[in-house]
T-cell receptor
Framework: EDQVTQSPEALRLQEGESSSLNCSYT??????LFWYRQDPGKGPEFLFT???AGEEKEKERLKATLTKKESFLHITAPKPEDSATYLC?????????????FGKGTRLSVIA | KAGVTQTPRYLIKTRGQQVTLSCSPI?????VSWYQQTPGQGLQFLFE???????NKGNFPGRFSGRQFSNSRSEMNVSTLELGDSALYLC???????????????FGEGSWLTVV
């Protein structure tokens, strides 16, 4: 069974304090790993897709990396507006009946 | 380019009633999927439609159903509502179904359902 585990569940940072969020996954064969950002009361907003180990993608203060077992979302010098829940999801090559399998998310709070 | 549009955004229903939620995908997207999000369970897959056909279904009871129209718009219906059905219902669209390079899945803002 495909599984995604995100850690930590919650993270509190001071503005400018860089850190990383972890997404560990178990899939029969990875087709793609997705990162989404979700603000309270809103739908998930697409951030990145990673397809193969070693791949990296960047967007403003965010950088996503991928290995064969996990992905990291690095946040450099975060600002209060980066506060949100960050969701990781995987698509398996043989995805059966589930297009995306999500982790429970990491709730990030950035304090000014 | 307009995103995924879901209506209504908020609604309150009584136990035993039924509800219909609507989703208009991004223009040109032909695949629509639905997810339920609750604080305890996170996002859980409900079903996926493509070309008016249900391709996949998650592990939910038969009270949850859906359909897709020829213009790719989709609706989901929940009958005989229970308190535990209170959740954020998210619709997502993509060009085509299934995992493949470049087939990003975009989400709408969701429909907040409260069952009292």
């Amino acid at each position: 069974e495909d599984q995604v585990t995100q850690s930590p569940e919650a993270l509190r940072l001071q503005e400018g304090e860089s850190s990383s969020l972890n997404c560990s996954y178990t899939v029969s064969g990875l087709r793609g790993l997705f990162w989404y950002r979700q603000d309270p009361g809103k739908g998930p907003e697409f951030l990145f897709t990673l397809y193969s180990a070693g791949e990296e993608k960047e967007k403003e203060r965010l950088k996503a990396t991928l290995t064969k077992k996990e992905s990291f979302l690095h946040i450099t010098a975060p600002k209060p507006e980066d506060s949100a829940t960050y969701l990781c999801a995987v698509q398996a090559i043989n995805s059966g009946n589930t297009p995306l399998v999500f982790g429970k998310g990491t709730r990030l709070s950035v304090i000014a | 380019k307009a995103g995924v549009t879901q209506t209504p955004r908020y609604l309150i229903k009584t136990r035993g009633q039924q509800v219909t939620l609507s989703c208009s995908p991004i223009s040109g997207h032909r695949s629509v999927s639905w997810y339920q999000q609750t604080p305890g369970q996170g996002l859980q897959f409900l079903f996926e439609y493509f070309s008016e056909t249900q391709r996949n279904k998650g592990n939910f009871p038969g009270r949850f159903s859906g359909r897709q129209f020829s213009n790719s718009r989709s609706e989901m219906n929940v009958s005989t509502l229970e308190l535990g059905d209170s959740a954020l219902y998210l619709c997502a669209s993509s060009l085509v179904p299934g995992p493949r390079s470049g087939n990003t899945i975009y989400f709408g803002e969701g429909s907040w359902l409260t069952v009292v």
